[in-house]
């Protein structure tokens, strides 16, 4: 039985309409609005002129682009390797349940947390646990130019969130492979290495560039973190639209802020698009 | 945090989706169980030490108090320290709230473009998504300018408190997964048989969500409130921005201002409740099969 739909159903649509256009809108708007005005409310260029021209803005632009490609790239190596390991454990497992869940925690929960916990492992000694370890048996992280405040340092602690959400993007994918692939493979004479190879890695491919690609995009607009870690002084872009709110509001300081979000959004919206490609693809073998 | 709190939207959903699946028939992989493969030992001892030891590292110092010795003292002082206990409390009511208000306003509309409106279905997808390429930070700068803009009456209504001038903003964020997951749990049950059963018995409307579709799709259901919840709890860019005083803000003034202990050990508690929370969710959704109305009808 089809019920078409009547006035009535659209009227019901209106709460979330409404609440979507006030809560996500209203906020858009008001950054693309401010990029584009002057303090006096004029319509304007002039603050994507400034965050284009000069270091000041292209350098925490820059910096987020490598910070996220590698600790993507790093996460998803890892996080690919971890999933691979605990789904070959048997469903409904422990340790199965334990792994889902804790990286569900990291991945979406741990900003401050998190950033505290790097702090007492890895802070300058006698703070911490590990650096005073290591230099109980002779190294000293600091002295060699370490630090947890460093581009590094911060990066590292991404690391403790990209792994996890990588084991969360990627486990779906991992358990449609089919088992009776690898037989068949093997039934026809081929090796563990030549049915990764040939079957497992191109199957994957999709799945895998996909959720790199969502990985760089989490990298790109975490800033929870960096903040605890940091705060504001952190070259890195979502610090710069920090310091720009904040900051002088003589030059249009926020007038600059929005249109670093402008083009943050931009960034993000590509990345997302790319991913959506990439996802049409994957779709196609993993049913 | 990030494309992540959102944002992990799309993996929190693949996370839930996978909740939702029957079990895959596991012929084939049965066999490999016996002996562990030292590739798979590799990676969970490295994933141990790498996880577990800051973990365990900020356990150790939550446990030592100010004078240097172990003890639990600085557990006990979250009680009594009034600034955190009070942001401790503004941070669940917030989460209370946010989680009423994603279930009331995302499984009604998901219901109805599931039975009325599904050409919708691809708006639907894209306007919940949106939360993923718009950064919070982004956000935080939207509603920051909009708070030095609005109208007085506005500013009472919405900025005056950090509940009603957070709770709903975390609604729009956990969009990406909630959405996923309620539409994940609406499509697995035979929704049409149960309205229309539902509707001919004379029930209304509002009686049909609350009282058969909502205990259908409680796995969904509790899966959108917790991550939700977990969202509420660890979000920290937007509070920061808009000076509200929540959990995590007030854990990182606490730390900077002599009472790191005290901010550490709730930043553990914190922690561990959120794990206990995804944890159970693991087990509920394992019980869920066969004791759907759907298969009885």
């Known amino acids: ?287 | 945090m990030s494309f992540g709190a959102a944002a992990g939207g799309i993996g929190a959903a693949g996370m839930l989706a996978e909740l939702e699946e029957e079990p895959q028939p596991q012929q084939g992989r049965v066999r490999r169980r016996g002996r562990p493969r030292l590739w798979r030992v590799t990676i969970f001892v490295l994933a141990a030490i790498f996880f577990l030891g800051p973990i365990l590292a900020s356990i150790k110092y939550s446990l030592i108090l100010n004078s240097g010795a172990y003890g639990i003292g600085n557990y006990t002082a979250i009680i009594s320290n009034g600034a955190i206990r009070s942001a401790l409390i503004t941070s669940l009511e917030i989460a209370g709230i946010a989680a009423v208000v994603v279930v009331a306003l995302m499984l009604p509309t998901v219901v109805l473009v599931r039975l009325r409106l599904p050409r919708l279905t691809l708006f639907m997808e894209g306007v919940t998504v949106l939360p993923i390429v718009v950064p919070p930070i982004v956000i935080a700068a939207g509603l920051a300018q909009l708070q030095s803009s609005a109208p007085e009456w506005l500013i009472k209504l919405w900025f005056n408190s950090p509940v009603t001038g957070l709770s709903f903003v975390y609604v729009v964020l956990a969009m990406p997964f909630s959405y996923r997951a309620f539409d994940t749990g609406v499509r697995a049950i035979d929704l049409r048989t149960l309205v229309d059963a539902s509707r001919s018995l004379g029930a209304s409307w509002f009686t049909t969500v609350t009282r058969v579709i909502l205990p259908n799709v409680q796995t969904a259901v509790l899966g959108a409130v917790f991550l939700t919840v977990a969202l509420c709890l660890g979000e920290v860019v937007i509070s920061t921005i808009l000076l509200y005083v929540t959990l995590p803000v007030e854990l990182i003034q606490a730390s900077q201002s002599g009472n790191a202990g005290t901010s550490v050990a709730l930043s553990v508690l914190s922690l561990l409740f959120v794990f206990g929370l995804l944890f159970s969710l693991s087990f509920l959704a394992g019980r869920k099969r066969g004791n759907r109305t759907s298969r009885v009808i």
């Open chain 1, 1 to 287: 039985m089809r019920v078409s739909a009547g006035g009535g159903a659209w009227i019901g649509m209106l709460p979330f309409s409404v609440y979507v256009l006030v809560f996500l809108g209203l906020p858009i708007y008001e950054v693309i609005r401010g990029a584009l005005s002057t303090t006096s409310g004029a319509f304007t260029f002039e603050n994507f002129k400034t965050i284009f021209s000069g270091s000041q803005y292209w350098i925490p632009l820059e910096n987020s682009v490598i910070l996220s490609a590698w600790t993507a790239v790093v996460g998803a190596i890892f996080g690919t390797w971890l999933a691979a390991a605990v789904v070959a454990s048997p469903a409904g497992s422990m340790l199965r349940r334990m792994v889902s869940s804790g990286s569900g925690v990291l991945a979406y929960f741990a900003g401050v947390p998190l950033a505290f916990a790097f702090i007492a492992a890895l802070g300058r000694a006698p703070g911490g646990v590990v650096t005073t370890l290591l230099k109980h048996i002779g190294f000293d992280l600091y002295a060699h130019g370490f630090s947890i405040t460093s581009l590094l340092g911060v990066g590292l602690a991404y690391t403790y969130f990209q792994v996890p959400m990588m084991v969360i993007l990627i486990t779906p994918a991992l358990e449609g492979l089919r088992p009776q692939w690898q037989e068949a493979a093997e039934s026809l004479g081929a090796s563990r290495l030549e049915y990764l190879r040939h079957i497992a890695i191109p199957v994957m491919a999709p799945a895998f560039i996909g959720s790199l690609l969502i990985l760089f995009g989490n990298a790109f607009s975490a800033y929870a973190t960096a903040l605890a870690l940091v705060g504001a002084s952190i070259p890195l872009i979502p610090a710069a639209i920090n310091e720009a709110i904040n900051g002088n509001v003589l030059v249009n300081q926020a007038g600059i802020a929005q249109a670093l979000g402008v083009e943050m959004i931009l960034i993000a919206a590509i990345v997302l698009t790319f991913y959506w490609l990439v996802q049409r693809r994957a779709r196609r073998w993993l049913q």
